[in-house]
């Protein structure tokens, strides 16, 4: 049989099995190695040294990194390669995420995607440009049968660009597989990119993980800064502990000289020479990337922007990147010394090793190292505890709480000259206040929602509706209510810092009457910042679904979106849009009444025409109209001559 029907067939049969969702062929049919595949063609350059900008399984705020970033010498229009034969199965056009996207897939199962690309190139192109027009959208997803455009490895299938998500130009390749997971394209043997420089860690962070365990004689999550002596990095000095700790790691890999970070494949951490720990992102289903939350100290991550990797296996994580876990990560501080050693190594075997000290410090209600307070009061809640402290007022220390109207006294757990410190066990009580000598606290803690399980919450001010699967853990919820100065209503529902794994209903009721209700919307707070949610009115309430917790106010918008004229002839028309606060929804331009394909770049605001007969100059009645996400309208009307 012939290469070329035998590679029909293998297509034919996958898409017996459904798009290759199935795949089950033998596996030397899947390696390609039966049908005389030539090895994987580097997409950019091949043959030549190349420099990466990112990984494969790098920690980005809200996903794992899909595959490699390629840089291109911060040039738009470098020529894509197909990395191997196939035939284009899928082609993405659109604003955000990959921008203009190219997916491949290869006699093998494997399916390649190139992102960002600034244009298509040979026949798709022309198909993509008369599909933009018969459907009269910039956005485009499209599928295709293994006939309708084959590729052979290395035809240029584009040009790289800085299309959609991308902060920069570059080409994004991945490679998945049949079953839809993340390989690592280094994995293919590309000796375009080579790797000579070892991780860099920053910092290790140590947590308590349960109301008896101390570090420094205190309770809660503290970073400290590595010593570093070539690829080794240490602390000065052991670090006083007891109980169950929780160890992660502040690091990242350096392919070459340049300022990009990229991820690290594998990370091991051993105990007194026992390995208990073995991290390892070699693969990964795109339907896990948003449980990186669970990966990562995610406090941190909203209050400081930087992505621990947390060494222990919390709570409500289901990621499958981990080997020979002992104690779940755990470390047992209870007698003597624990030498702690972290090994971390990048796809290329180079490594780096962080080695510490605990030493056990049994539980003291003096602690030494308190610092002063700012407040006279104020309380963090930590997982499962909340945590009060308190300025020490010199009386006999004692702390008045409140449950549910009954009175409980309690003492502090340690304290200093300086402050006293309370740790309150939310799974076996929800306060409702706390007062000591210092002041008081009024909380607003609702109920504990338990993951796993259906659970609606009801009053006044606010429905949440829990679905099983929305919660990573239990969530001890706060709901609270503020009418600000200006008017301006705030809810409060939940904390920003906890994680949700996938979306709740929310139902506000505003006090206020809103004269516009067609034009106000629900935003979420961050900072200074808001962010459009959205919502839908029934009943003077406003219902929407939100993936994140924290605070929401409501907002009119009567403001139309902004155009800025950049230029507009007969050869083209450029212009940038914008909107103060709800975003924008839509834009369609048309010329003579004729709808007229205008492509945008949300980075930049900037849209600009692209003529389907490029021998047709732009002539009549150009109009660009913009609407925002609240329906306000603003329109652009010129005679182009």
Known sequence: MKLSNLIHLVFQLAFVNGLLAQFSLPQEILTGKSIGLAPYLFPVNP???????????????????????????????????????????????????????????????????????????????????????????????LTFDLDQ???????TIGL?????????????????????????????????????????????????????SRINDRFGRFEFSLLRSGNTYSLKSPILATGKI???????????????????????MSVDNAKIFTQVIDKFN????????????????????????????????PLKFYQNVVSNGIIHVNEGNKKI?????????????????????????????LEP?????????????????????????????????????ISPDYSNANRQVYLIDLRKKLPDSITTCSGAIQFNFKDAVPSGTHYDYYSHLVDIKFQNGNLYDTLYLNVAYEKLRNQQEKFTIGNLTTPLHQTISVTLKPQSVYKTPNKTFAYHLEGKRYKYVGGNWSNS????????????????????????????????????????????????????????????????????????EKTKLLKGDFQLKVIDRAGNEKIYNQKIL
């Open 341 to 369: 050693s972290i090994k971390l190594r990048d796809f290329s075997g180079n490594e780096s090793n962080i080695t510490f000290a605990l030493r056990a410090n049994p539980l003291t209600q003096k602690a030494l190292f």
């Open 246 to 268: 929780g160890v992660e790691i502040l690091a990242h890999d350096k392919i070459d000289l340049s300022q990009f970070r990229c991820g690290i494949n594998s990370i091991e």
């Open 541 to 612: 309430r406003i219902q929407f679904n939100t993936h994140e917790l924290g605070q929401f106010t409501l907002l009119t918008d009567s403001i139309p979106p902004g155009i800025s004229r950049i230029y507009c002839n007969n050869q083209t028309a450029r212009f940038r849009i914008s909107d103060n606060l709800s975003g924008i929804a839509s834009y369609e331009a048309t010329i003579d009444g004729e709808w007229l394909l205008m492509k945008y770049d949300y980075k930049t605001g900037i849209v600009q025409s692209e003529r389907f």
């Open 47 to 141: 043959g030549q040294t190349n420099f990466l900008a990112g990984t494969m399984g790098e920690l980005r705020s809200t996903h794992f990194h899909a595959g490699i970033d390629v840089r291109t010498g911060n040039m738009i229009g470098v020529p894509v390669f197909a990395t191997q034969q196939g035939y284009i199965s899928r082609i993405i056009v659109g604003a955000y995420g990959y921008g203009n996207a190219v997916m491949i897939t290869h006699p093998d199962g494997n399916t390649s995607l190139y992102g960002h690309l600034d244009k298509f190139k040979g026949a798709i192109a022309t198909h993509i440009l008369k599909e933009h027009y018969a459907k009269k959208s910039h956005n485009l997803d």
């Open 160 to 212: 790289s660009g800085n299309t959609g998500g991308s902060s920069g130009p570059h080409l994004h390749f991945e490679i998945r597989n049949a079953n839809n997971e993340a390989l690592n394209p280094l994995a293919f043997g590309f000796t375009e990119v080579t790797d000579m420089y070892s991780p860099i860690a920053l910092k290790v962070a140590l947590t308590t993980l349960d109301n008896s």
């Open 149 to 155: 455009f084959p590729v052979n490895r290395g035809d």
């Open 373 to 409: 307070m700012t407040k006279a009061i104020d309380y963090d809640q930590f997982e499962n505890t909340l945590v009060v402290s308190s300025k020490n007022c010199g009386k006999t220390p004692s702390a008045k709480v409140f449950i549910a109207g009954k009175e409980e006294t």
């Open 286 to 317: 795109f339907i896990e990337s948003y449980d990186i939350v669970t990966l990562m100290d995610y406090k941190t991550l909203k209050t400081q922007g930087n992505r621990f990797n947390k060494l222990y296996i919390a709570d409500g994580n």
